[in-house]
């Protein structure tokens, strides 16, 4: 399952040959249907074609079998942004910082979804949050000054874009 996992993931994300790298992840599901690499690896293919239920469903299945993997609770957030469910996520992702409310990457997706669901004191709240616990990680900054953009605040955006693009060069 491992192997098939990996060629598909090769085939999706290097040579972008879809049909392939869907076979190869469904070989791999039907090797091990508890790989939940193989159930990420293909709601990703999925949600890039826009089965959105279909790829919500592998990562759910994902999540189910390990409750308590911080990044597949992440990436189910993720999934349901992709997906349009901005509220959703947020409930989701909430849920995945109740696990760990360090887990930055969790907090950012979060902000994130805040902002896109109209929540741009809370989003902002969190994407603060975020800055001080990461101050040094442009992922960070990034998600910060799109906060603040979806938030209409659009000059303090660019100010720290500009900023994170000075101390980058």
């Known amino acids: 399952a491992e192997v098939q996992t990996?060629?598909?993931?090769?085939?999706?994300?290097?040579?972008?040959?879809?049909?392939?790298?869907?076979?190869a992840f469904v070989r791999a599901l039907a090797l091990n249907p508890?790989?939940?690499t193989a159930h990420l690896a293909y709601g990703d293919?999925?949600?890039m074609r826009g089965e959105f239920d279909r790829g919500l469903a592998l990562i759910r299945e994902a999540v189910k079998l390990s409750p308590f993997d911080l990044g597949l609770a992440m990436n189910l957030g993720d999934f349901l942004i992709f997906s349009g469910r901005f509220d959703?996520?947020?409930?989701?992702?909430?849920?995945?910082?109740?696990?760990?409310?360090?887990?930055?990457?969790?907090?950012?997706?979060?902000a994130e979804a805040l902002a896109l669901s109209g929540h741009g004191d809370a989003a902002l709240a969190h994407a603060k949050?975020?800055?001080a616990d990461a101050p040094v990680q442009p992922r960070v900054?990034?998600?910060h000054a799109f906060v603040l953009a979806a938030s209409g605040r659009r000059e303090?955006?660019?100010?720290?874009?500009?900023?994170l693009a000075t101390e980058r060069d």
């Open 6 to 23: 990996a060629q598909g993931a090769i085939r999706l994300f290097f040579d972008w040959k879809l049909d392939d790298a869907e076979r």
């Open 34 to 36: 508890s790989y939940t």
């Open 45 to 47: 293919l999925l949600m």
């Open 88 to 110: 959703e996520a947020v409930r989701q992702l909430e849920h995945t910082l109740a696990m760990d409310e360090r887990f930055v990457p969790g907090r950012l997706r979060l």
């Open 129 to 131: 949050r975020a800055l």
């Open 141 to 143: 900054r990034e998600t």
């Open 156 to 163: 303090e955006a660019r100010r720290e874009l500009a900023a």
